[in-house]
């Protein structure tokens, strides 16, 4: 991504970026995201969000698995928190064109 943030899309395929890694804190027992900056402590709901973005499948897809574990629509949800860490720059997505 640029120094202009761009908002992902329900074909982008999200991963996270090289510094930052998904990882299992036994302190604060929670998953955490944790980066050169510092940590982000992540529910278990974000957790699983995260831990679905690996780069091969699309927003879309990750919200049809959440939708069915959740047993409601969580569009929305899942594409406001994935933009948020993107916009952290802790999230690479490309689109299905390879944007």
Not at 32 to 47: F, K, Q, R, S, Y
Not at 79 to 92: G, K
Request: charged share 25%; proline share 3%; net charge positive.
């Amino acid at each position: 991504m640029s120094s202009t943030s761009r908002e992902l899309t329900l074909s982008a395929r999200p991963r996270l970026r090289a510094h930052a890694r998904l990882q299992w804190d036994p302190v604060r027992e929670k998953q955490v995201i944790l980066m050169p900056e510092g940590v982000l402590v992540l529910n278990a709901t974000a957790a699983t969000i995260v831990a679905l973005c690996d780069g091969q499948r699309c927003v879309s897809a990750i919200i049809a698995v959440l939708s069915k574990q959740y047993n409601c629509m969580v569009d929305q949800d899942v594409l406001t928190f994935l933009n948020r860490l993107a916009n952290r720059r802790l999230l690479d997505g490309t689109d299905e064109q390879g944007k």
